[in-house]
């Protein structure tokens, strides 16, 4: 069916573009673009020879190359993206047995030709092969060429995965000729992204058909349904892939140009994964579109806007939340937990090497660290605020205390050691096995591993994270009964699991979770309105919700700026995006010239953009505020809707003309804010570094912090209240007809 309707609308695009009707009507829509590495399940050979050329990119012939001005490395090195060593992506003189001095084959049935595994039409008789000693090897014999994959053997029992399968040739050793090189004209690195998703995924599924994520399909078919409902015919929603899967995605570039010929000219740019950074949003996404509208004459052709991050909003924390009940229900309540948030992780501040030899994606200057480890303060709000009364829950060292990146237990899960080439190793960000042995020597007994980033349970969280720390697999039964998260034990000093015994003090247990397949839906509609925040800074607005604007400013990327009300029912309300403390960084930062992030409460950025801001209301259920006590103000709208800063925004609300508020009620003074997924109102946490509420008596006005927008409401909390209280899902009229009336006491994934 997904095929059909791929070649359905290749055609209807082209048929579009040769009759040319409605294409003044598509410039002024917005074509919205959602990219994503879309990982099959099963064995794609197309997605597989794709994957390791994205790593790569092009590379540039010479320093005017046409369409190239935004390529990374020196001349003559430079390429399109740099996450690989320049020699091992393309032929380099002096090097090139780096690029391609073997092949990976099986034997014919007849048993006269080597055949190629990466390419079925490259054959070899095998007549003509020599028998020279070492010059053909079995596959699980070779030196492990895969920091991520398990390569040919299951650790579990030993079944060789690339039975049949031989190295013919082999990798360079040393300086000087390589008597045994074989070249076939194919990139080694491709051969051996070939062989390890054979293993990799024969690994995790009995069946290797290639087919897409439920999780996947789900975020595609949610996010769809309610970008239409939020926005009508005033967009048009398509996916595309980094790496297409043979008759299941495309090209992302593909759709674009799509999107050029159809004569759109407005474009929101959206990746799917939580912590915002340079390296998905400039040259995984924006880098291949724009170059390949360049390369097709379409150069400047849009207008672009980008919807970057799903984390640190109400409903991604909402989704996190649930993951995590799962792991801490499995415990009596009043135990004593040690959480650690974990994370992808980037290279920091730069990969070692010049020329060829240098990875050149400029690692120094992103803002991932900064925008991950905000995503964990956030969430860590919401985890204290749910769970504390429950469990004892440690995010720190033993001693420490806060939010300092250093003192806490913030994890990076596809990183090691080498990653970190600072000069000042003790600023380094740490790895998730680095934590797991420190909070085991700090005592800890209990260690939940809560996995954000990954929005499903693929390759990287159920395989590549599992072998670069030491994390037990998923039995053969696990996984065909969807079961993807694991618990073991281990002993203090030794990552080895053991039999968990409870008495035994040298005994720890781990819990190590999954991600969101679970919970799909509150995912997804979080995703939705993440997109919404870019469409609308196209002044694009819902439809149906009957948003009104009350007034608008422009704030400026480092400048910042302020909106308000002067008049009217909203008239006190209103926003401050904060200046950016730091200009230039990191942006200015090197390899040499850096400072590691690692003070939430001194964000290096505040805005990410400049953008027109605005204060407004639209419909929401201000009802359900009775859920934590008495609305003493309007419900206010700030947006951009869900934009995101690090620096935190001041929101000042006026309280409702009728209200006084007592003395004795300043205490219970609160701030709210709307969760689309749950359809109730969560408590506004304090940011790191941030003064609570502050209710001003002389302006009747309370003002508080916060680092997403959306909308606001003051309630007087009832006596007694705890943000558990007003924690529940409800039916979301319009999104799906299944019950989501269900809460953290007693919930369950649906």
């Given at each position: 069916m997904r095929q059909s309707v791929i070649l359905i609308s290749a055609f209807f695009a082209a048929a579009v573009s040769a009759a040319n009707p409605g294409v003044d009507r598509n410039a002024e829509r917005i074509a919205v673009l959602v990219t994503d590495w879309a990982e099959p399940q099963g064995i794609d050979p197309l997605y597989r020879r794709e994957v390791i050329k994205r790593s790569f990119g092009a590379n540039a012939a010479g320093p005017d190359e046409p369409c190239t001005e935004d390529f990374v490395g020196t001349p003559p090195f430079r390429q399109q993206l740099g996450l690989i060593?320049?020699?091992?992506?393309?032929?380099?003189?002096?090097?090139?047995?780096?690029?391609?001095?073997?092949?990976?084959?099986?034997?014919?049935?007849?048993?006269?030709?080597?055949?190629?595994?990466?390419?079925?039409?490259?054959?070899?008789?095998?007549?003509?092969?020599?028998?020279?000693?070492?010059?053909?090897?079995?596959?699980?014999?070779?030196?492990?060429?895969?920091?991520?994959?398990?390569?040919?053997?299951?650790?579990?029992?030993?079944?060789?995965?690339?039975?049949?399968?031989f190295m013919i040739g082999s990798s360079p050793r040393g300086p000087g000729p390589n008597p045994l090189a074989m070249p076939n004209g194919i990139r080694d690195t491709d051969e051996i992204s070939m062989a390890s998703g054979i293993t990799d995924f024969s690994i995790l599924?009995?069946?290797?058909?290639?087919?897409?994520?439920?999780?996947?399909?789900?975020?595609?078919?949610?996010?769809?349904?309610?970008?239409?409902?939020?926005?009508?015919?005033?967009?048009?929603?398509?996916?595309?892939?980094?790496?297409?899967?043979?008759?299941?995605?495309?090209?992302?570039?593909?759709?674009?140009?799509?999107?050029?010929?159809?004569?759109?000219?407005?474009?929101?740019?959206?990746?799917?994964?939580?912590?915002?950074?340079?390296?998905?949003?400039?040259?995984?996404?924006?880098?291949?579109?724009?170059?390949?509208l360049c390369l097709a004459g379409f150069?400047?052709?849009?207008?672009?806007?980008?919807?970057?991050?799903?984390?640190?909003?109400?409903?991604?924390?909402?989704?996190?939340?649930?993951?995590?009940?799962?792991?801490?229900?499995?415990?009596?309540?009043?135990?004593?937990?040690?959480?650690?948030?974990?994370?992808?992780g980037l290279p920091f501040p730069d990969r070692t090497g010049a020329g060829p030899f240098s990875a050149p994606h400029p690692w120094s200057k992103e803002v991932y660290h900064e925008n991950a480890y905000n995503n964990y303060i956030s969430f860590k709000r919401y985890l204290e605020a749910y769970f504390g009364d429950r469990y004892a829950l440690h995010f720190n060292r033993a001693g420490k205390s806060g939010d300092v990146r250093l003192d806490n237990y913030y994890s990076y899960g596809l990183s090691v050691p080498q990653d970190f080439t600072a000069n000042d190793p003790e600023n380094r960000f740490r790895t998730l096995r680095e934590n797991i042995d420190l909070a085991k020597r700090d005592g800890r007994r209990e260690i939940l591993v809560l996995l954000s980033?990954?929005?499903?349970?693929?390759?990287?969280?159920?395989?590549?994270?599992?072998?670069?720390?030491?994390?037990?697999?998923?039995?053969?039964?696990?996984?065909?009964?969807g079961k993807r998260w694991v618990e073991w034990c281990?002993?203090?000093?030794?990552?080895?699991?053991?039999?968990?015994?409870?008495?035994?003090?040298?005994?720890?247990?781990?819990?190590?979770?999954?991600?969101?397949?679970?919970?799909?839906?509150?995912?997804s509609?979080?995703?939705?309105?993440?997109?919404?925040?870019?469409?609308?800074?196209?002044?694009?607005?819902?439809?149906?919700?009957?948003?009104?604007?009350?007034?608008?400013?422009?704030?400026?990327?480092?400048?910042?700026?302020?909106v308000e009300v002067k008049s009217g029912a909203l008239r006190g309300a209103k926003l401050i995006i904060a200046k950016d403390a730091h200009p230039g960084e990191p942006e200015s930062f090197d390899a040499k010239n850096y400072r590691a992030f690692h003070d939430p409460a001194d964000n290096l950025v505040s805005a990410w953009d400049s953008f027109d801001a605005y204060i407004g209301s639209q419909n929401v259920p201000v009802q359900y505020l009775r859920d934590h006590g008495e609305a003493v103000s309007p419900a206010v709208l700030m947006g951009p809707y869900r934009t995101i800063v690090n620096r935190p925004a001041t929101i000042t609300l006026p309280i409702s003309v009728k209200r006084k508020i007592e003395a004795g009620e300043i205490s219970r003074l609160k701030a709210f804010i709307y969760n689309e997924a749950s359809l109730g109102w969560d408590p506004v946490f304090v940011p790191a570094g941030s003064m609570p509420l502050r209710y001003d008596p002389k302006t009747r006005t309370a003002s508080f912090d916060t680092q997403v927008l959306g909308v606001f409401a003051l309630v007087v909390t009832d006596e007694g209240w705890t943000p558990v209280k007003g924690f529940r899902h409800r039916y979301p009229v319009g999104i799906d007809a299944v019950d989501l009336n269900v809460g953290l006491d007693t919930g369950t994934a649906h």
């Open positions: 060593p320049y020699f091992l992506g393309f032929k380099t003189r002096g090097v090139e047995g780096a690029y391609d001095s073997m092949g990976l084959y099986r034997k014919s049935p007849d048993g006269q030709y080597w055949v190629s595994i990466y390419d079925p039409k490259l054959k070899l008789a095998v007549k003509d092969v020599p028998d020279t000693p070492g010059l053909i090897t079995p596959a699980k014999d070779m030196k492990n060429p895969q920091q991520r994959s398990f390569w040919a053997i299951d650790p579990r029992d030993g079944t060789n995965y690339l039975d049949g399968v599924h009995d069946d290797l058909a290639p087919r897409l994520s439920p999780m996947t399909e789900e975020v595609e078919r949610t996010t769809e349904r309610v970008l239409h409902q939020l926005f009508g015919d005033q967009i048009d929603v398509r996916f595309g892939a980094y790496s297409p899967t043979s008759g299941l995605t495309r090209f992302e570039e593909d759709v674009a140009l799509d999107f050029a010929r159809e004569g759109f000219r407005k474009m929101v740019l959206v990746r799917e994964t939580t912590d915002n950074n340079n390296y998905a949003n400039n040259f995984m996404t924006r880098g291949y579109v724009q170059r390949a150069k400047d052709t849009f207008t672009y806007q980008q919807s970057r991050q799903v984390g640190r909003t109400p409903e991604y924390n909402l989704a996190l939340l649930h993951v995590a009940k799962k792991h801490l229900d499995r415990l009596p309540r009043g135990s004593e937990v040690a959480v650690l948030y974990t994370t992808y980033h990954w929005y499903y349970d693929g390759r990287d969280p159920l395989l590549a994270i599992r072998k670069m720390q030491q994390i037990p697999l998923n039995t053969r039964t696990d996984l065909r009964q281990e002993r203090v000093d030794s990552p080895t699991p053991v039999d968990c015994n409870p008495t035994d003090s040298s005994i720890v247990k781990l819990q190590y979770s999954e991600t969101f397949d679970a919970w799909g839906r509150e995912f509609i979080g995703y939705a309105n993440n997109i919404r925040t870019a469409i609308e800074r196209f002044g694009v607005f819902p439809v149906g919700t009957n948003l009104s604007i009350a007034a608008r400013g422009a704030i400026d990327r480092e400048g910042g700026g302020s």
